[in-house]
């Protein structure tokens, strides 16, 4: 087979799987349909400021260094990174908050003085956790979905009572402070899913967020890609924006083209990084892994609402991170993975990173993030994003003493309809399939198509799951398989 390899999509996976193959030998064009590299982690500039337009927190620095040692470079050869301190702030109400600091220790002392007893528990969680990720990161997330025999190790089969257990019945065993419990049940919404439905083994975020603490790239997460598009272009490869693939075209149990908007790409091998249901939607159907069918009923980590914001001043009493859990944890999941609905009471997050980042706004001027959760496939419009926007900042002030309504000077929202028209997001989901049981591992959808010889998948739908590391990881799985079959 030749070497012509088209990559559709220009999200964390198929950045790294474009690397790694143009490394191999191949010749590596990638495609991304929008006006810049970087899918989720696309930059918005506006009026002087400028905005991360999807992931805002870096966690595992171990996995981004991981990447570019693997071309015999360091993270710092392409973005200098900053250890916030504190990590973030976790707001239950009125002056009421919790400050998780940037070192275990610290946050193990803020755990006993809220409920003594609590520390040394999670000091023996952390640890449990800490095996966890070791486990995890390597010998299981690199591993490429195809058989079951990939998870049996001596390791594994210790902690298969980690995965018939649940993240929420362990942290019970912590603390019966509510405001804990759902600090420590906090991460796994990076995975997608109600905790009681996330099996224990990924207790491992917890070590990721109070072990490797809370870090920041200066000039925002879009620095992580603008590094890996200058470590790719050094290799080789060639990227093209605004151009959307609208057909992939097989013959005979193989890829032949690849169609855009503007031409046609002979392809030898296609890996696609764009939404993996999208995907089979540009193949005939008699070529598709999966019907529609199949995505019905799949468990979806949530969409979201997002605002950009530019605000005169400053915001001096909230740290770069802030999670407001005032209203009810437990019946926010319902209203988003059970009921499906609006949510009534929403939990929400707020980033203020030129707090950090002076760099972000004109002078005299600041930026914000605000992200709240939200059910999959809901038709919203702008109008109902300023309802729930009023609704948080009404929160904000009274939680923090902080006005911020009178102001701003810009703003921008996207919803569940943008995931959607931007990303071709499959019920406009804005994490991917959700880290339940029945959807880890093998269990996920598979990095290969299995009707046609060189289509292969990568990024949040397939193995390892949702989140930044987890797709630079992605993009090393399918790009180690594809090399391993020869083609």
Same mark, same amino acid.
């Given at each position: 087979? &030749?070497?012509?390899?088209?990559?559709?999509?220009?999200?964390?996976?198929?950045?790294?799987?474009?690397?790694?193959?143009?490394?191999?030998?191949?010749?590596?064009?990638?495609?991304?349909?929008?006006?810049?590299?970087?899918?989720?982690?696309?930059?918005?500039?506006?009026?002087?400021?400028?905005?991360?337009?999807?992931?805002?927190?870096?966690?595992? *620095?171990?996995?981004?260094?991981?990447?570019?040692?693997?071309?015999?470079?360091?993270?710092?050869?392409?973005?200098?990174?900053?250890?916030?301190?504190?990590?973030?702030?976790?707001?239950?109400?009125?002056?009421?908050?919790?400050? /998780?600091?940037?070192?275990?220790?610290?946050?193990?002392?803020?755990?006993?003085? @809220?409920? +003594?007893?609590?520390?040394?528990?999670?000091? !023996?969680?952390?640890?449990? =956790?800490? !095996?966890?990720?070791?486990?995890?990161?390597?010998?299981?997330?690199?591993? +490429?979905?195809?058989?079951?025999?990939?998870?049996?190790?001596?390791?594994?089969?210790?902690?298969?009572?980690?995965?018939? @257990?649940?993240?929420?019945?362990?942290?019970?065993?912590?603390?019966?402070?509510?405001?804990?419990?759902?600090?420590?049940?906090?991460?796994? %919404?990076?995975?997608?899913?109600? +905790?009681?439905?996330?099996?224990?083994?990924?207790?491992?975020?917890?070590? =990721?967020?109070?072990?490797?603490?809370?870090?920041?790239?200066?000039?925002?997460?879009?620095?992580?890609?603008?590094?890996?598009?200058?470590?790719?272009?050094?290799?080789?490869?060639?990227?093209?924006? $605004?151009?959307?693939?609208?057909?992939?075209?097989?013959?005979?149990?193989?890829?032949?083209?690849?169609?855009?908007?503007?031409?046609?790409?002979?392809?030898?091998?296609?890996?696609?990084?764009?939404?993996?249901?999208?995907?089979?939607?540009?193949?005939?159907?008699?070529?598709?892994?999966?019907?529609?069918?199949?995505?019905?009923?799949?468990?979806?980590?949530?969409? =979201?609402?997002?605002?950009?914001?530019?605000?005169?001043?400053?915001?001096?009493?909230?740290?770069?991170?802030?999670?407001?859990?005032?209203?009810?944890?437990?019946?926010?999941?319902?209203?988003?993975?059970? !009921?499906?609905?609006? *949510?009534?009471?929403?939990?929400?997050?707020?980033?203020? *990173?030129?707090? @950090?980042?002076?760099? %972000?706004?004109?002078?005299?001027?600041?930026?914000?993030?605000?992200?709240?959760?939200?059910?999959?496939? /809901?038709?919203?419009?702008?109008?109902?994003?300023?309802?729930?926007?009023?609704? /948080?900042?009404?929160?904000?002030?009274?939680?923090? &003493?902080?006005?911020?309504?009178?102001?701003?000077?810009? !703003?921008?929202?996207?919803?569940?309809?943008?995931?959607? @028209?931007?990303?071709?997001?499959?019920?406009?989901?804005?994490?991917? %399939?959700?880290?339940?049981?029945?959807?880890?591992?093998? %269990?996920?959808?598979?990095?290969?198509?299995?009707?046609?010889? $060189?289509?292969?998948?990568? &990024?949040?739908?397939?193995?390892?799951?949702?989140?930044?590391? +987890?797709?630079?990881?992605?993009?090393? /799985?399918?790009?180690?398989?594809?090399?391993?079959?020869?083609?």
């Amino acid at each position: 087979m &030749g070497n012509n390899v088209i990559i559709i999509g220009s999200g964390f996976s198929s950045l790294a799987a474009a690397c790694y193959l143009q490394k191999s030998g191949k010749n590596v064009t990638v495609l991304e349909k929008n006006e810049q590299i970087g899918g989720r982690a696309s930059i918005l500039e506006e009026d002087g400021f400028k905005f991360d337009m999807g992931p805002s927190w870096y966690w595992m *620095p171990d996995i981004f260094e991981r990447f570019f040692n693997d071309f015999n470079k360091e993270v710092s050869d392409y973005y200098q990174l900053k250890k916030l301190s504190p990590a973030y702030n976790v707001y239950f109400g009125e002056n009421d908050f919790v400050t /998780i600091a940037d070192k275990l220790d610290t946050i193990i002392n803020t755990f006993e003085e @809220t409920d +003594p007893g609590s520390g040394k528990k999670l000091e !023996k969680f952390i640890k449990e =956790a800490k !095996k966890n990720y070791d486990v995890a990161m390597q010998e299981l997330v690199y591993k +490429p979905g195809i058989s079951i025999l990939e998870l049996v190790t001596s390791e594994t089969v210790s902690r298969l009572n980690l995965f018939v @257990t649940n993240i929420s019945s362990e942290v019970k065993k912590i603390t019966k402070n509510k405001k804990l419990q759902s600090i420590l049940e906090f991460p796994v %919404l990076f995975l997608g899913a109600k +905790p009681e439905k996330t099996p224990a083994f990924y207790n491992f975020m917890n070590y =990721a967020d109070f072990g490797g603490g809370t870090w920041y790239p200066e000039g925002g997460m879009n620095e992580i890609v603008k590094g890996m598009v200058s470590l790719g272009k050094s290799l080789g490869v060639n990227y093209r924006v $605004n151009e959307e693939v609208i057909a992939i075209k097989a013959e005979n149990g193989n890829v032949k083209s690849v169609k855009t908007n503007l031409k046609d790409y002979n392809a030898d091998i296609v890996v696609s990084g764009a939404d993996y249901a999208h995907t089979e939607t540009l193949l005939s159907s008699e070529l598709r892994n999966f019907k529609e069918e199949y995505w019905d009923k799949k468990t979806f980590a949530p969409s =979201a609402f997002l605002y950009y914001v530019g605000y005169t001043g400053d915001a001096e009493e909230l740290e770069h991170h802030n999670l407001f859990f005032d209203t009810d944890f437990k019946l926010h999941a319902e209203e988003i993975y059970d !009921k499906k609905c609006l *949510p009534g009471a929403p939990l929400f997050y707020a980033n203020f *990173p030129s707090k @950090t980042d002076k760099s %972000l706004a004109p002078k005299g001027m600041s930026t914000a993030f605000f992200l709240i959760p939200v059910a999959v496939d /809901i038709d919203d419009n702008e109008q109902m994003h300023d309802r729930y926007f009023d609704l /948080i900042m009404k929160r904000l002030e009274k939680c923090t &003493g902080v006005t911020l309504k009178d102001r701003i000077v810009f !703003k921008k929202s996207f919803g569940v309809n943008d995931f959607k @028209t931007r990303y071709h997001s499959c019920k406009g989901n804005a994490y991917g %399939l959700a880290n339940t049981l029945l959807q880890t591992s093998i %269990l996920r959808p598979g990095i290969r198509n299995k009707k046609v010889n $060189n289509l292969f998948y990568t &990024g949040q739908l397939t193995v390892p799951g949702p989140g930044v590391p +987890p797709a630079l990881i992605s993009g090393k /799985i399918v790009s180690d398989y594809i090399l391993k079959q020869n083609l």
